[in-house]
Nanobody
Framework: QVRLVESGGGLVQAWGSLRLSCAAS?????MGWYRQAPGKEREFVAS????????NYADSVKGRFTVSRDNAKNTLYLEMSSLKPEDTAVYYCNYGADWGQGTQVTVSS
């Protein structure tokens, strides 16, 4: 089992920015970010390949969020800008069947 620890969430005003981090306990391959808003199902946000650096984004965050990673540190990042109230959710780091504990992001209007 891979241990994933997220950090960087918080409260931000609309159009603000936040950077999330996810530290993995081992070397990982493709990793992703998901989020779950109150009363909604968990949804995909973004992913990135370790080997190619190829990225994928949900349509709702394209052009506003950037996923990246530091392979030497086994750390995944999510740079979020132009945040909207609808981005409010608990954000989770994912690697295969393993999930982090989540970090709360709240965007006020």
């Amino acid at each position: 089992q891979v241990r994933l620890v997220e950090s960087g969430g918080g409260l931000v005003q609309a159009w603000g920015s936040l950077r999330l981090s996810c530290a993995a306990s081992v070397r990982t391959f493709t990793m992703g970010w998901y989020r779950q808003a109150p009363g909604k199902e968990r949804e995909f946000v973004a992913s990135i390949s370790r080997t190619t650096g190829a990225t994928n984004y949900a349509d709702s965050v394209k052009g506003r969020f950037t996923v990246s990673r530091d392979n030497a540190k086994n750390t995944l990042y999510l740079e979020m800008s132009s945040l909207k109230p609808e981005d409010t959710a608990v954000y989770y780091c994912n690697y295969g069947a393993d999930w982090g504990q989540g970090t709360q992001v709240t965007v006020s209007s």
